[in-house]
């Protein structure tokens, strides 16, 4: 986990027609005829072309196709300009189906063959207007929390390109980080939103459990850990993605969010946990990020109270084999349920070793659901007296490439995960909503960010805290870093970037 002397950070940032404006500030350029989709789109496949050879956060490029559909969004004019995000590119996880591309699922065992057709939350996300330029890149189905696929190159931290860009959404907050997007999809299992949010410096928020429309995996699993979202830079784009998501479906058992634009200044008890339950202390700079974040909301009027995570003990165990069995599942019926080709012979070494884990310990699984399907009723019932509670999102600072790598052995993987991953696992387990905030720094230039969990159906109240603590202590954006932009050949990026398309 040793850093390099001189840390090296990346972005495409640049004075082209993007600049370092947010997706709802694109789309508002848009409407104004300020410029064009055709441009925009441009602009983004230029950046993306100059970003991919370093930091591989693209699993498939759509770009002709994407030229296409703006076009005709030009030619439409004001006469199609009825969604927000209207002409703003994105990237689509490749694990979710769009008509036309291929859905790998980030592994050799699935067939490369294009999706006959597109999958409801992608439906859910397309219908905002935003652009699709390709899929983004993920760890083999999801299962680790870094972008280190055993097939390929890693994908890497646009702030430092030695270290991990997090995952499962890696890909996704790559390229947003490196100024690519503003916007990219991401959905969450275990911290798949907030933990590439949490290393990139970006705003990652997992909704509450059937907030949005969920895709047909979800719907299968036996508890329902996976929610679907973005990643953004700025607190306003994910607050406006959640309020146009409700204008497509709203689920009518949850309280609505509305069109939140701004911190209320509501004074809020806030609880504060620093530790997880796994016996892991978090390391001492992630564990000064949290608190310094609390002593500033406690100076900004809220009320900042230490309490326990509102668990069972055995949480962190029967979570584990909850994983170790959705590993077991696409091993066993990967022809069911991905492509009648899938080739179990092909997935990597965690994938296997969490398939191997589980069949030594299937007995534990009723006991283990049971105490997994009650936590929701003690999360519950442990947050009646709180509006939120603040605590890291990760044990520890982002790792370098290879510490999580699937080549590792698997028990020294495992182990890893588990301490790595130590907090962001109860709101999928509960349904919480849940959010990453970046709020700090490491020496190696690398953003350190902090987790809000909220109550159920109170992503209002989460969005409050961002905005309240984006407007008190902005976060650094990768382009303040002094050092020099990128592209794929090593010459500055400038003006001419959009030329190269």
Not at 135 to 143: A, D, H, R
Not at 241 to 253: C, E, G, I, T, V
Not at 330 to 352: A, E
Request: net charge neutral; aromatic share 6%; proline share 7%.
């Amino acid at each position: 986990m040793s850093a390099p002397e001189i840390p090296q950070s990346c972005h495409t940032f640049c004075n082209d027609v993007m600049g370092r404006d947010d997706a709802t500030t694109l789309a508002e350029r848009i409407r104004n005829r300020e410029i064009s989709v055709t441009e925009l789109t441009r602009a983004a496949i230029a950046r993306a072309q100059a970003a991919d050879p370093l930091i591989h956060g693209v699993a498939l490029a759509n770009y002709d196709e994407a030229l296409q559909t703006a076009s005709r969004c030009d030619a439409e004019g004001k006469a199609g300009a009825q969604s927000l995000f209207r002409g703003v590119p994105t990237f689509i996880k490749d694990n979710t189906n769009v008509t036309g591309l291929a859905t790998r699922q980030g592994s050799l065992a699935v067939p490369e063959i294009p999706a006959s057709d597109t999958s409801p939350f992608a439906r859910q996300l397309l219908a905002q207007g935003f652009l699709c330029l390709g899929k983004s890149t993920l760890p083999e189905f999801g299962f680790n929390a870094s972008t280190e696929p055993a097939h390929g190159p890693a994908t890497r931290n646009p702030w430092n390109l030695a270290y991990s860009s997090g995952a499962s959404s890696g890909g996704s907050a790559a390229l947003v980080a490196a100024g690519v997007v503003p916007i990219a999809h991401a959905n969450d299992g275990g911290g798949s939103i907030r933990i590439p949010a949490a290393c990139c410096g970006l705003v990652g928020l997992k909704p509450t459990r059937g907030r949005l429309i969920d895709n047909e995996a979800a719907a299968s699993l036996p508890i329902n850990i996976i929610s679907e979202g973005v990643v953004t830079r700025s607190v306003r784009d994910t607050a406006n993605f959640l309020d146009q998501a409700q204008s497509y479906y709203r689920n009518p058992k949850l309280p609505a969010v509305g069109n939140i634009q701004g911190p209320s200044g509501r004074p809020l008890r806030i609880g504060l946990v620093l530790d997880s339950i796994n016996g892991h202390k978090t390391d001492n700079i992630t564990r000064q990020t949290v608190e310094e974040t609390a002593l500033r909301l406690e100076r900004l009027g809220h009320r900042i109270e230490p309490v326990p995570v509102p668990v069972h003990s055995a949480f962190p165990d029967d979570f584990a084999l909850y994983w170790a069995l959705l590993a077991f599942g696409v091993r066993t019926n990967g022809r069911k349920i991905l492509h009648p080709d899938f080739d179990k012979r092909r997935t990597d070494g965690l994938t296997n070793g969490l398939d191997r884990m589980f069949r030594r310990q299937f007995w534990r699984l009723p006991a283990a659901l049971w105490r997994l399907k009650r936590s929701w009723h003690d999360y519950a019932h442990a947050m009646a007296g709180f509006d939120a509670v603040l605590t890291p999102v990760l044990g520890h600072t982002t790792p370098a490439l290879g510490h999580l790598s699937p080549d590792v052995p698997f028990d020294t993987l495992f182990e890893r995960l588990r301490q790595y991953v130590s907090f962001t696992p109860l709101a999928n387990a509960t349904g919480a909503p849940a959010i990453s905030i970046p709020m700090g720094r490491t020496p190696d230039h690398l953003p350190v960010s902090v987790q809000f969990m909220g109550r159920h159906g109170g992503e209002r109240t989460l969005l409050d805290i961002a905005y309240t603590l984006e407007a008190n202590h902005p976060w650094p954006q990768l382009y303040e870093l002094n050092q020099r932009d990128f592209t794929s050949d090593d010459r500055n990026a400038n003006d001419s970037l959009a030329d190269t398309v």
